[in-house]
């Protein structure tokens, strides 16, 4: 944990409204790098109103499933949908969908970071397996 100047600080937090704690997370992150810094929390918060949409959908999932409306899931990567998964009508239907939101609730995805190097390395080593 690095030590950092309070104007640096206070110059972070009057940018972003950021708490100390943003702040000095993203100071440790970058080295000390203000541009670096203020993008890393950016970054985080980004991600974290994608992980409370993600929640939100799931909750509706959940909701539909047990009042018996999901129809189906439907998979997308990015704006593509890749994957329809239709759920059957009736009481197959109903039990597939309580099914499906209690696989839902118990969902967690976090996030794994590394370094490029780390990156290339399991790619790597992720191609001679396959290769």
Known sequence: MGTFDMALVDEIRKRLNASYDEALMGLE???GDMLRALAAIERRRAEREGAEE???LFGRAIGLAKEGRLRGLRVKLG?????DLPLPKGFGGALLGELVATLL???KVDLVE???EESRG???AEAEDTG
């Open 122 to 124: 399991a790619e790597e």
């Open 105 to 107: 609730s118990q969902l």
């Open 29 to 31: 992150e970058s080295g």
């Open 79 to 83: 704006g593509r949908a890749i994957r």
């Open 54 to 56: 993600s929640g939100e």
């Open 114 to 116: 590394g370094d490029e």
